[in-house]
């Protein structure tokens, strides 16, 4: 029971940070579909910065993954802000396109890299044995991951940002009607970088925390495993609100977490349900939660529409 919590809250935790990271982007006005695509970059970033610092103090190796992980999100959700924001390019088609490329483009990085440190070594794989080891506490029988308080962490400010300050109502009011909030001296261009920007931060250490839910390596050709696109159906469930994300994200995380522990519950492998079965579990548990509620649910009016400010 206690593995089963422990990964329940592993991905929950992921699909906590990466749903508030569309959160923020959409509050704004921007429609985050790269979601996977900055997961990807951002466990490409840390993956080999802990590759890198088997040997560096436990705090340190974890304050530098995040802020790397976070910075590599970051830096390619630039490409979304100015393909969409600095151009009204389609957000749906920019935010695809950056899907694609990112699994494409960290699996080439992946492998010039092994390759130049072993001309026989051409897998896209990056392994970090001994420094996953320092995100780690144990507690009993119960493995406490940093990830966790990191999320709780990011929950509790997402609520405090957009429900308590200046900052998050601006913010909230370009997606809403973005006209209105430029009459009164908002910067709408500004308030939706910063929108896209926080998105690239949550969703890049989504990704790392991701990739090192139960193992020491990852094989960046799988990409992130649709879980860019899980934690948008989580945010829509969630109604764009961070409470309401946080308890979704439990929900789907419980079901991705059958995948990994069902074997040790006897009733379960009983029923000898293949476990490619229980990994479509949050999937189809998606498609069914927002089938029934997605009609009911409010989004940020003026999402996905550019603003032209001359229009106003």
Request: proline share 3%; net charge neutral.
């Amino acid at each position: 029971m206690s593995l089963l919590i422990q990964y329940t809250l592993l991905f929950a935790s992921v699909l906590a940070l990466v749903a508030l990271g569309g959160c923020f982007s959409e509050h704004s006005g921007v429609i985050n579909l790269g979601l996977e695509g900055i997961m990807v970059i951002g466990a490409l970033g840390g993956a080999l910065t802990m590759k890198s610092m088997d040997s560096a103090p436990a705090a340190v190796t974890v304050l530098v993954v995040l802020l790397v992980s976070a910075l590599s999100g970051m830096a390619y959700a630039v490409l979304l802000a100015v393909a969409c924001i600095n151009f009204s390019a389609d957000q749906t088609l920019v935010g695809t396109a950056l899907n694609i490329l990112a699994t494409a483009a960290a699996t080439v990085i992946v492998k010039a890299i092994n390759m130049a440190e072993n001309p026989d070594n051409v897998s896209a794989t990056v392994k970090y044995v001994e420094a996953k080891k320092d995100f780690v506490v144990n507690i009993g029988s119960f493995q406490f991951n940093w990830f966790m308080l990191v999320a709780l962490i990011a929950l509790i400010a997402a609520y405090i940002i957009l429900y308590k300050t200046r900052f998050g109502l601006r913010l909230m009011a370009c997606g809403e009607n973005p006209s209105a909030a430029d009459s009164v001296g908002i910067n709408v261009f500004k308030m939706r970088w910063a929108g896209v920007m926080i998105s690239g931060f949550l969703g890049g250490i989504g990704g790392i925390v991701y990739i090192t839910a139960g193992v020491s390596e990852w094989k960046f050709e799988t990409g992130v495993a649709g879980f860019g696109f899980l934690a948008l159906a989580v945010m829509i469930f969630g109604s764009w609100k961070p409470v309401n994300i946080g308890f979704a994200a439990l929900l789907f995380g419980f079901f991705r977490a059958l995948s990994n522990v069902y074997s040790g519950f006897d009733w379960l492998a009983a029923l000898n349900i293949p476990g490619t079965v229980y990994n479509m579990f949050p999937y189809i548990i998606s498609l069914l939660v927002l089938a029934f509620t997605s009609k009911n649910s409010r989004a940020p009016k003026s999402e996905g529409i550019p603003y032209d400010k001359s229009l106003r």
